[in-house]
């Protein structure tokens, strides 16, 4: 199973295909666009919260580690050093070991495979590029990284673009793509969070040869969270599934959309798009572990 996953519902999602999956027939290209530089060390939150997902240490907010501390983030506070996320001491950790690897002349690809390691994770956890793309916004307060959007204003200001960089495709991801027929979307904001992974050189076309199921992350006109609507809406999308399915236009098969969007057939979808209904809300294990076993029926009749 190849998945494609950012922000926090792909990895709720995740959580659920390790029910039925083994680790090591897992491999999930993570996106990076919203790396950032925090106080000396390189932070990635979506490849760290699929790490920790697996690994079983994710917290229940889908970022950190369960029980962490946040001694030397307030310290630092104290001191008058401001910090772009609230970082804990078990988090940290992970920062220093990839930004030491790296600096050491490794590849973001190859810290990412030692700390899957260190984790005891065996699934294949890929950045989607080990190019720094960080993903920048216009607003009307300016231009800012995403994270700052995020965490420092709240989410609050109006946005008017958003801009991903192109990296380069790996060695690695390449060959994930190459080893498999069917690819899973996670339900993650498509701009800021899949958005990133489809800019990689060669993703899109990459995409159009193998069968894609995507998890909408909207339900009619609401996102099930974060800043989706104005990220779509920057994007002049519709806000709805609808809109999802034309980003995803150009290689998607099946779209999965929740069961009350009743508006939504295969006549409103671009091309031979096909619309099937689950219940996309996770609240739980058991709803992560229903979703899952949806999206492993349709890969297993359509591949």
């Known amino acids: 199973m190849l998945l494609l996953s950012g922000g926090t519902g792909s990895p709720k999602l995740l959580r659920g295909l390790l029910h039925f999956c083994p680790e090591t027939q897992l491999t999930v290209i993570a996106n990076t666009g919203d790396d950032i530089w925090v106080s000396g060390n390189l932070v990635c939150p979506d490849v760290d919260t699929v790490i920790y997902t697996i690994a079983g240490v994710s917290t229940d907010r889908w970022w950190g580690i369960k029980n962490d501390t946040f001694l030397t983030h307030e310290a630092l506070v104290s001191r008058g050093h401001e910090e772009a996320l609230v970082i804990g001491e078990l988090d940290r950790a992970t920062h220093i070991f990839r930004t030491d690897i790296v600096r050491q002349g490794a590849t973001l690809t190859d ?118 609507r104005k990220f779509m809406e920057a994007a002049r999308l519709p806000v709805s599934s609808v809109g999802v399915a034309e980003f995803y236009a150009d290689f998607l098969d099946v779209l999965i959309v929740d069961n009350t969007d009743f508006d939504i057939s295969r006549r409103d979808l671009p091309g031979d798009v096909e619309v099937l209904r689950a219940s996309i809300i996770m609240l739980d294990r058991q709803h992560s572990e229903e979703l899952a076993a949806e999206i492993l029926q349709v890969v297993g009749q359509h591949c």
């Open 111 to 228: 810290a990412t495979l030692l700390l899957c390691a260190s984790f005891g994770v065996s699934s294949k956890v890929l950045p989607m590029t080990n190019d720094f793309v960080p993903t920048m916004l216009k607003t009307d307060e300016g231009e800012m990284h995403i994270q700052d959007f995020l965490i420092k204003h709240k989410q609050r200001p109006s946005v008017s673009q958003v801009n991903c960089g192109a990296g380069s495709m790996t060695r690695e991801v390449e060959a994930a793509l190459g080893e498999h027929d069917a690819v899973v979307i996670g339900p993650s904001n498509p701009i800021s969070s899949i958005g990133p992974i489809l800019r990689v050189n060669g993703m899109r076309e990459a995409l159009k040869e193998r069968f894609v199921v995507a998890v909408s992350p909207i339900i009619q006109t609401e996102p099930v969270s974060g800043p989706a």
